[in-house]
């Protein structure tokens, strides 16, 4: 981001609709307080899904015939082929900024060292003598990843996506990423050099719901292109269209979540700087329109420092139309409270994809918090360096889901299989309970199955 400290950008400078919620002196329930919380109105959710359906019927219809439609629709892109050929990945690598790749190569590098320590280890737990129950973690045989195309490019997606599935040992991988007319129908050419980095070469120029059906459902080969096989899970952040999309499918394959537009919110006391309470708001407010960006904060001087850095930087920041919009939707403002108590309650109840903390003793206040997608804590760990470079994964829960689900992680990709190894004198010790069990669920055929493996031997 680009920021000035000429004093001019201060006078010049158009004043931001940076709403205000006073929750000072209130006493809000759960309910109460996730009702108040700003939050992006989604009056075409409805609207949404009835288009995502008939996307999904068409590409499982009628294929490639279906997705060629649809890239000339969403894309703008004349289309006779999805798959990416090898020569594009290897060209895009080989093109690929020195600058651009190193810092890739050190997210990559920081991104898999935290993955590989994620994997839990199987256990194996012995009941009694010759009774053992084991837990095995196994992969997924095939997953899906999509990468978002949009208002920018996201190379930083394909590692957030393949990193964890490599670490997880799934043996075949699948990326979407939407074509572009820029780029002669393929996806950005840093994606597919971010793919080839991470040694991925099955990579398809589809876009949106499409790219998510065709992952669910699989596509059968047409006019000389290979079929899309279906996958286990599809994983990856998009649009309201994609996390419809997941959201339909989920039940036919797994998915991470309904990852939509991102969010931050920074809880800050009158210990915080302004100027970087209002760079983090922005940097997540340049990703989109209806990005949000929150503050909770005790401070109402707090407050109205950051409102004068936010229209200082908005001003001098590249996509500064984008972030003024952002900023000045419902889904957006800065929510007063009474105490640090109140803000963690709040910040508990919004469940932020992202969640700062700018406070005094800042990690104590951290260890508070229960929900969250990824918590930063500190004035030097923002949200930018969860996005690219700390190791962490940046597809996490929207919306509010981060009270009851995870980011992106190896567990995703993983299958927790129980394995259930008794001896007969260890199933002789409990037939008795099984059959004891089964006449009080009235289901006499499951004690029978226990009671004929010592009759027979009698």
């Not at 899906?144 to 996201?154: D, H, R, T």
């Not at 992952?215 to 000389?224: E, R, T, W």
């Not at 939509?260 to 915080?272: F, N, Q, S, V, Y």
């Amino acid at each position: 981001m680009t920021t000035s400290s000429d004093n001019s950008a201060i006078t010049t400078a158009q004043p931001l609709d940076f709403r205000s919620l006073d929750l000072r002196g209130r006493r809000l329930t759960l309910a109460e307080l996730r009702a108040a919380v700003p939050r992006a109105q989604h009056h075409t959710m409805a609207d949404a899904e009835s288009k995502v359906l008939d996307i999904i019927t068409a590409v499982r219809s009628r294929g490639f015939a279906a997705l060629g439609e649809l890239a000339q629709k969403f894309d703008g892109v004349e289309q006779s082929h999805t798959r990416v050929p090898a020569a594009a990945l290897a060209g895009a690598l080989a093109e690929l900024d020195p600058a651009v790749r190193s810092a890739l190569e050190e997210s990559i590098s920081r991104a898999r060292r935290f993955a590989e320590g994620q994997r839990p280890a199987n256990v194996d737990v012995e009941l009694a003598d010759g009774a053992v129950v084991s837990q095995n973690w196994i992969p997924v045989g095939r997953v899906g990843l999509y990468v978002p195309g949009g208002l920018a490019v996201y190379p930083s997606s394909v590692i957030m996506n393949v990193v964890p599935a490599l670490a997880a040992g799934v043996e075949s991988i699948a990326l979407a990423s939407p074509p572009q007319k820029d780029f002669g129908g393929l996806p950005h050419p840093t994606i597919l050099a971010a793919a080839a980095l991470l040694g991925i070469d099955e990579v398809y120029a589809i876009g949106g719901a499409q790219a998510i059906a065709s992952f669910a459902y699989g596509v059968p080969g047409a006019d000389g292109e290979e079929p899309i096989e279906p996958v286990d899970v599809v994983t990856g952040p998009g649009n309201i269209f994609v996390a419809t999309a997941k959201r339909l499918v989920k039940g036919v394959v797994g998915i991470d979540s309904e990852a939509g537009t991102t969010e931050i919110a920074i809880l800050a006391d009158a210990t915080a700087r302004p100027e970087l309470v209002a760079a983090d708001l922005i940097s997540q407010a340049e990703h989109d329109p209806k990005a949000a960006s929150v503050l909770v904060t005790d401070s109402a001087e707090l407050a109205d420092a950051v409102a004068v850095e936010l229209a200082r930087q908005t001003a001098t920041t590249k996509h500064s139309d984008r972030v003024r919009e952002a900023l000045s939707g419902p889904q957006s403002g800065v929510i007063l409270v009474d105490d640090l108590e109140q803000g963690i309650a709040v910040c508990n109840a919004y469940a932020a994809e992202h969640l700062e903390i700018m406070t005094a003793d800042a990690p104590a206040v951290a260890a508070r918090i229960r929900n969250a997608g990824a918590i930063f804590v500190g004035d030097y760990s923002p949200v930018s360096l969860g996005d690219y470079c700390a190791g962490s994964n940046h597809v996490l829960p929207t919306s509010g889901t981060a009270a009851f689900s995870s980011g992106l992680n190896v567990t995703t990709f993983l299958r927790a299989v129980q394995v259930i190894n008794y001896s007969r004198a260890a199933l002789e010790q409990v037939s008795s309970h099984i059959v004891s069990l089964s006449g009080a669920e009235d289901l006499p055929g499951h004690g029978d199955a226990v009671k004929i493996r010592f009759a027979s031997e009698g």
